[in-house]
């Protein structure tokens, strides 16, 4: 089981920038599609963004396309979300989950990080 860690949430007003990091244990943790997903009070858990093991083939929600980027780099075992143009509809909590292959379906997904906070103020 690869074990997972967020980080890198905040605060930031309307227009702002963060950027999420997600760090995966284990050998084989490079091996795996890593993606984002988040979850704001009283909605159900939706898709933010995703990566293939090798990085050459991403995916975004509409939501965030063209203002999150996501990347990774395999050496440090770690997939990255830049968030740029922050704005208050982004606020949840947000969390990074692997698996076999890239895919945007939450149900999909068993292993998961326990989430970083990002609050965005207007």
């Known amino acids: 089981q690869v074990q997972l860690v967020e980080s890198g949430g905040g605060l930031v007003q309307a227009g702002g920038s963060l950027r999420l990091s997600c760090a995966a244990s284990g050998r084989t943790a490079s091996r795996y599609a890593m993606a984002w997903f988040r979850q704001a009070p009283g909605k159900e858990r939706e898709f933010v963004a995703v990566?293939?093991?090798?990085?050459?083939?991403?995916a975004y929600s509409d939501a965030v396309k063209g203002r999150f980027t996501i990347s990774r780099d395999n050496a440090k075992n770690t997939v990255y979300l830049q968030m740029n143009s922050l704005r208050p509809e982004d606020t949840a909590v947000y969390y990074c989950a692997t698996r076999n292959y890239v895919d945007s379906d939450p149900r999909q997904y068993n292993n998961w990080g326990q989430g970083t906070q990002v609050t965005v103020s207007s």
């Open positions: 990566i293939s093991w090798s990085g050459g083939q991403t």
